[in-house]
């Protein structure tokens, strides 16, 4: 079992930023592929980034492209999610997951997530 905890959410103003990390324990962290996702009340749970195993590449959703970057430290086990240009849109709970089989349909592992609140 590998634990996630999500840490950094709060409440920022449009055009600001925020650095979202998350800490896991449990497994062997480079293992895992990490990722963040995020959920508003009532939509589904909808991707933000992926990181692979050494950090060496990543990828975003076209709606965080080029305004937020992911990154990990695999001798702290911690994966982080810088976010800049914040918009009201960017509002969400964030969380953290971790897939070992990147090909395997659903994620391994979820934290219990931290909310984000983005004023216009």
């Known amino acids: 079992q590998m634990h996630l905890v999500e840490s950094g959410g709060g409440l920022v103003q449009g055009g600001g930023s925020l650095r979202l990390s998350c800490a896991a324990s449990?497994?062997?962290?480079?293992?895992?592929?990490m990722g963040w996702f995020r959920q508003t009340p009532g939509k589904e749970r909808d991707f933000v980034a992926a990181i692979t195993w050494g950090g060496d590449s990543a990828t975003y959703a076209d709606s965080v492209k080029g305004r937020f970057t992911i990154s990990r430290d695999n001798a702290k086990n911690m994966v982080y999610l810088q976010m800049d240009s914040l918009k009201p849109d960017d509002t969400a709970v964030y969380y953290c997951a971790a897939i070992r089989d990147p090909d395997a349909v659903t994620w391994d592992y979820w934290g219990q997530g931290t909310q984000v609140t983005v004023s216009s």
């Open positions: 449990g497994r062997t962290f480079s293992d895992y592929v």
